[in-house]
RNA sequence: GGCCCCAUCGUCUAAUGGCUAGGACAGCACGCUUUCAAUGUGUAAAUACGGGUUCGAUUCCCGUUGGGGCCGCCA
């Protein structure tokens, strides 16, 4: 393979927000591109905007993409490449391709209203543009009149009328480019093949070609993703919240998941020849594997997540007893794990594995089993059915079969071998609901042998001879 | 307002002219069951509308409607 054809690809980020889904999606399509393809993903942060880039949401960026495991090969920022834009911006003054214009807000904010009014397009061609100006922001001479063509992966073929831009805006000063310039620079300056990026670019697209016709560059290949879209269909942002990588992950949501939800999120292999039911769950490998550009959705997509959760359930369920509890660990307060043993944490992973869907509910599932709150006697009765003094004479039996049992043997199925009998004789919701309802103090929750499992012989004897004192005074 | 993009169940989508429009999530019902969960089975649910083209349109064309994006000295 040619240098020139290399596939080098990147996403853009500004530090101005958290690290969101979108983003990532982005992210994630264009390092799969890239893999596939042998090529160079880069990460380029867009932090021209020095108002509104901030330190923390650059290092947001970095994390979540070392997290989420999409590395990339090369990194800039653009605050560091002034020296490069200023150099292509001399280039365009020198060739009267861009020129300085001089009007104040003031009267661009008239300008624009006029136009409004007489329901023009909303665009800037200067007055002064030929005059030689040498204050006031810097603007493309845009005389192009022929229509532009970008050729769209995705899309096929978009046409625009050039006029209707006007002299837009490429730099506040020569130290100061704005959005599109630098794009535009950096794009041919990085050697990015493809441009793979949010649809929401396709109007700034004419732009960035006629900035880089003016400069004599090569037009990367274009492709613009679907938007992802909130609750209420408009475009991901701030306001719709919760969607950042860094929440989605301090909640106990895995990479694994988070990566094949926005994986399916505006793209979709085709269904299964030989009629199997269509894939759902993919790991990272067999994405690389099916990914495709030509698969990618053209509409909009809201991220739901319902989904979500079920791949977290799913990508919780597959992982090893020693993985879970690693990933785990971080979830669960110092003191909550000082109430366990390394042997009664594995038991809860267990259990826990198959009733959490995200890793942060382990805390109040540990919690629920190591600690017991109070309760009234009437938890103890089995649907009502049952007297006070039958239940109480269950949990006396159920007291002496299970302190019969060795401390070493003591288990749930030891327990349970011990406690048959009087199962049989009883019936099990008699035996199994109080003995649940003692050991857990809770209207709901996991098995009476998880208890057993899990707390011991001291403990569960301790609870249910407190099962038997509530139900004997209360 | 101008320009541009888009349109299949509630949500993500499959089917690119041809079987009763398929799957997943969520929902509902039932089974299992001491509760909760897990699980099994079943069920409801969509081609926005109107014209064409065609023997035949979810699929191709036109229009309407709807949604979205951009129009900044933000990115």
Known sequence: MSNSAQIRVRIAPSPTGFFNIATARGALYNWLFAKQNNGVFILRIEDTDRERSEQIYDQDIIDSLTWLGLEYAEFYRQTERTDIYKKHLQTLLDSKRAFYCPHTHAELEHESETQKQNKEPLRHICSVRDKNQTTGIIRIKNNETARITINDTIRGSIEFDPTLLGDFSIAKSLEEVLYNFAVTVDDCEMQISHVIRGEDHISNTPKQILIGRALGFAEPQWAHLPLLLGKDRS??????????????????????????????????????????????????????????????????????????????????????????????????????????????????????????????????????????????????????????????????????LLSGIEQSTFSSKSAEVALLPLIEKEGKGSILWPLRAALSGQEASAGPFDFIDILGKDICISRLKKAYTILSTG
């Open 235 to 400: 475009k991901l942002s701030k306001r719709h919240g919760g969607l950042s990588i860094k929440e989605y992950r301090e909640q106990g949501y895995l990479r694994e998941a988070l990566i094949n939800f926005i994986a399916l999120l505006g793209w979709h292999p085709s269904a299964d020849a030989d009629g199997k039911p269509e894939k759902e769950l993919f790991t990272i490998l067999e994405l690389l594997k099916a990914f495709s550009l030509d698969k990618i959705q053209k509409s909009g997509a809201i991220a739901a997540p319902e989904k979500l959760d079920w791949f977290n359930r799913e990508y919780i369920k597959s992982l090893s007893t020693a993985e879970l509890t690693k990933r785990g660990l971080a979830f669960i307060t110092a003191e909550t794990r000082k109430k366990l043993t390394p042997a009664m944490l594995e038991k809860c992973v267990i259990l826990f594995r198959k009733r959490i869907t995200r890793l942060s509910e382990l805390e109040s599932g540990i919690k629920r089993i190591v600690d017991i709150p109070e309760y009234s006697k009437e938890l103890l009765l089995w649907k009502g059915k049952l007297n006070y003094k039958k239940t109480s004479n269950n949990i006396d039996n159920i007291i002496i």
